[in-house]
C-alpha cells in the first residue's frame, strides 16, 4: 500500500509539472502549427545550449491503467525496499517542485535564442500565445519571458509600415522616431508670440518684407496685442511707408495707450511727416523714452513750418524754397506736404526740371493713407500739384489722372480750372501730333500754338511747335522754341538736338559743334551724334579756308591796285 502511495503521489506530481508548464487549464489548442525551424541555423547562431530540465511527458489513459495493475505486483515487495524507494520518491517530488518554480521564474533560453526565433518567425502572430524559443522544438509561453521581455520593447514592423516610416510620417512607440509631429509644428504655427519672434529676426537681419508677413499671422491670430502692431509699425518705418506705420502705431496705442515705445515712435514719425503738433502731443506721452532733445527738435520743424506755410501765403516763392529746405534738413524729411510746397515754387519760378525731380524724391503715398493722416483738402493739393509737374514734363495721361483724383476730394473752382486746362494741354498736343504725322506741319503749328496760349511755358509744346517750324524751314523761330524749352529744362535732350539741326542749317557750326559735344557727353556712344559732330567741324574748317582764301584774294587785290597807281 505504501508503494501505491507513493505512485499516485508521483503521477500527482508528474501531472502538475506538465500542468504548469504548458498551464492547459489557460490555454486552446492552436489551430495553425507552429513553423519548425532549421536545425542548422540555429546551431550556427547559438552558442552552447544551456542545460536542459528532464523532459516529462503527460500520462495517458492506458499508462494510468498499467499503473493500477501494477499495484497488486507491489504487495511482493519487501517492506525494507518499500522505505528505501519512499525516500528517494519524495525527494525527486521535491526536486521536482523546485524545478517547476525555477521555470516559471527563468526562462529557458537567452536573449540570441530570443532574436533568432524572431527571425526566423517574422510571419508568426506578435499577440498570440505560443513562440518557439529554440530549434529542440521546446514550446514558451510569451507570458513567461520574465525580466528579459520587460529590458527591450520589440516590435515587428511590416513592410508597408517600414515604407511609411522612411517617410518620417509614424512615431512608433520608443523604437522608431520620427521627425517633429505636424500636430507640434502647427501649435508653432499657431503661436502668435513665436511667429512674432520669428518676425524679429527678420527684422535684425533687414528681411522688413517678411517681418510684416509674420506680424500680420500673429495679428490675424490676436489682434488684441498691441505689440505685435507696433513692431509692424518699425517694419514700415523701415521701408519708408510711413503712413502706414503710422496706421499701425495708431491701433497699437488704441489697445494700449500706455505703450511708451509706441507713442515715442509715433512722434518720430510725426516729425518726419511734417505733423510738428502732433509729435510734440505724442512725446509728451512717451515716458521716460523722450529727452529734450526730441521736444527741442520738434519745436523747431514746427516753427519752420509755420514760416513754409506763411510764405507760400504770401507767394514769396524764394523764400519758401528756403525754409523748405530747411524744413526737410530739421528732421521732417518725408514731409508730403513741404514737399508740394517747395515743387509749387520750383514751377513759378519756371524751374520745372527741378520741380519734377522734388516730386519725385518725395513719398509716393497712397491716397486713401494720405487723406486718413491729412484729410481731404491737404490731399488734393498734394495731388494737384503732381498732377501740374507731370504735365510739364510731358506726362500728360498721369496728369489727368492725378488731377482728376484732386477733383473728387475738392470740388474748389481753383482745382476745377486746373484740371480744365491740362486737360486742354493734352488735347492739343494728341491733335498736333496726329497733324504731325499726316505731314500737315502749318496745321500742326497752329494747333501746339493754341495749347501754349494756356500755358506758355510748356517744354513738351514747346519743342513739338519748333519740329513742325524745323520742316517749314522756320530755322530762327525753331531755335527760339527750343531755347525755351531747354531754359525750362536745361536736360532736355531732344530740344538740344533739334536745335544742334537748326545751326546746322543755319550754318553756325560752331554753335552746333557746342551743342554736339555736350549732348556726346551726357550720350556716350551716340552714332548718329559722332558723325553730326564730325561733319559740322568738317564744315567749320572748310568755311575757314573759304576765309583765309578770301582774305589772301582780298589782300592780293589791293596790292595790284597800289601798283598800278604808282
Not at 525755351?484 to 539741326?501: E, F, G, H
Request: glycine share 4%.
Amino acid at each position: 500500500m505504501a508503494e501505491i502511495t507513493d505512485k499516485s503521489v508521483e503521477i500527482q506530481l508528474g501531472c502538475g509539472l506538465v500542468a504548469a508548464i504548458f498551464q492547459r487549464g489557460n490555454c486552446k489548442p492552436i489551430k495553425q502549427p507552429v513553423s519548425q525551424i532549421s536545425t542548422k541555423s540555429s546551431t550556427k547562431k547559438l552558442a552552447k545550449p544551456p542545460p536542459k530540465p528532464p523532459s516529462i511527458t503527460p500520462l495517458n489513459s492506458n499508462d494510468r491503467k498499467h499503473v493500477r495493475r501494477s499495484t497488486s505486483d507491489g504487495a511482493r515487495i519487501s517492506s525494507k525496499n518499500n522505505n528505501s524507494s519512499s525516500t528517494k520518491k519524495m525527494s525527486q517530488a521535491v526536486n521536482l517542485v523546485s524545478n517547476t518554480q525555477n521555470l516559471r521564474r527563468q526562462p529557458t533560453f537567452t536573449s540570441s535564442d530570443l532574436s533568432a526565433t524572431i527571425t526566423g518567425h517574422q510571419k508568426s502572430n506578435v499577440n498570440g500565445a505560443f513562440n518557439r524559443a529554440s530549434s529542440t522544438g521546446n514550446i514558451m509561453l510569451l507570458g513567461q519571458l520574465g525580466n528579459l521581455k520587460q529590458q527591450k520593447t520589440i516590435q515587428i514592423v511590416s513592410t508597408d509600415q517600414k515604407s511609411i516610416l522612411q517617410k518620417g510620417r509614424v512615431l512608433m512607440g520608443n523604437i522608431v522616431r520620427s521627425q517633429p509631429s505636424l500636430r507640434s509644428h502647427m501649435l508653432n504655427k499657431l503661436d502668435p508670440d513665436v511667429l512674432k519672434s520669428m518676425g524679429n529676426e527678420h527684422y535684425k537681419h533687414g528681411r522688413f518684407e517678411e517681418a510684416i508677413s509674420l506680424y500680420n499671422q500673429a495679428i490675424a491670430i490676436n489682434p488684441k496685442n498691441a505689440c505685435y502692431y507696433s513692431n509692424k509699425s518699425a517694419a514700415l518705418m523701415s521701408l519708408n511707408r510711413l503712413i502706414e506705420a503710422v496706421i499701425e502705431c495708431r491701433e497699437a496705442i488704441r489697445l494700449d495707450p500706455f505703450y511708451h515705445n509706441a507713442q515715442y515712435r509715433l512722434a518720430r514719425l510725426y516729425l518726419r511727416l511734417g505733423e510738428a503738433e502732433k509729435s510734440l502731443n505724442h512725446y509728451e506721452k512717451s515716458g521716460p523714452k523722450v529727452d529734450k532733445r526730441d521736444t527741442s527738435e520738434a519745436q523747431d520743424v514746427k516753427r519752420i513750418i509755420c514760416n513754409c506755410i506763411e510764405a507760400h501765403r504770401m507767394k514769396n516763392y524764394i523764400t519758401l524754397l528756403n525754409e523748405s529746405q530747411n524744413a526737410l534738413s530739421s528732421g521732417a524729411d518725408s514731409a508730403p506736404q513741404i514737399f508740394a510746397m517747395r515743387a509749387e515754387a520750383l514751377m513759378k519760378l519756371h524751374r520745372h526740371e527741378e520741380a519734377y525731380t522734388t516730386i519725385q524724391k518725395g513719398a509716393n503715398f497712397k491716397t486713401d493713407h494720405c487723406t486718413r493722416l491729412y484729410g481731404s483738402a491737404k490731399t488734393a493739393y498734394l495731388l494737384i500739384i503732381r498732377a501740374q509737374v507731370y504735365v510739364l514734363v510731358g506726362r500728360f495721361d498721369d496728369g489727368i489722372a492725378a488731377a482728376q483724383e484732386a477733383a473728387k476730394l475738392d470740388i474748389s473752382n481753383e482745382i476745377t480750372t486746373i484740371l480744365r486746362r491740362i486737360r486742354g494741354l493734352a488735347s492739343a498736343r494728341i491733335k498736333g501730333n496726329k497733324l504731325f504725322r499726316q505731314s500737315k506741319y502749318t496745321e500742326a503749328c497752329s494747333m501746339y500754338t493754341e495749347g501754349l496760349e494756356q500755358d506758355a511755358y510748356n517744354s513738351v509744346l514747346l519743342f513739338n511747335r519748333a519740329a513742325c517750324r524745323f520742316k517749314l524751314g522756320q530755322f530762327e523761330k525753331a531755335v527760339e522754341d527750343c531755347t525755351a524749352a531747354l531754359v525750362l529744362r536745361p536736360s532736355y535732350t531732344k530740344a538740344r538736338l533739334r536745335r544742334a539741326d537748326c545751326y546746322m542749317k543755319l550754318e553756325r557750326w560752331e554753335a552746333a559743334i557746342q551743342e554736339f559735344e555736350m549732348l556726346l557727353h551726357e550720350k556716350q556712344g551716340d552714332e548718329e551724334v559722332k558723325r553730326a559732330l564730325i561733319d559740322a567741324k568738317i564744315q567749320l574748317e572748310r568755311e575757314r579756308d573759304e576765309d583765309q582764301k578770301q582774305r589772301k584774294l582780298s589782300n592780293g587785290s589791293s596790292n595790284l591796285v597800289l601798283v598800278t597807281s604808282n
